[in-house]
């Protein structure tokens, strides 16, 4: 019978971890833009989050 390989179970948990919190923090910053978005409607939109890389 094979043995459970426990570090690449632990490694995936990991990696679903760091992408549900990246998930979560980009959610996080899309509302915080709508919200100053709904309090300043005339200010200038600034897209630089969508244009640096992501590492």
């Known amino acids: ?5 426990y570090a690449f179970a632990k490694h995936q948990r990991d990696l679903a971890k760091k992408k549900k919190k990246e998930e979560k923090k980009k959610l996080k910053e899309e509302a ?3 919200k100053l978005d709904a309090e300043n409607p005339d200010a200038p939109e600034e897209t ?3 244009e640096a890389p992501e590492n």
């Open 1 to 5: 019978m094979a043995k459970p390989n």
């Open 32 to 34: 915080k833009q709508q």
């Open 48 to 50: 630089s989050s969508e």
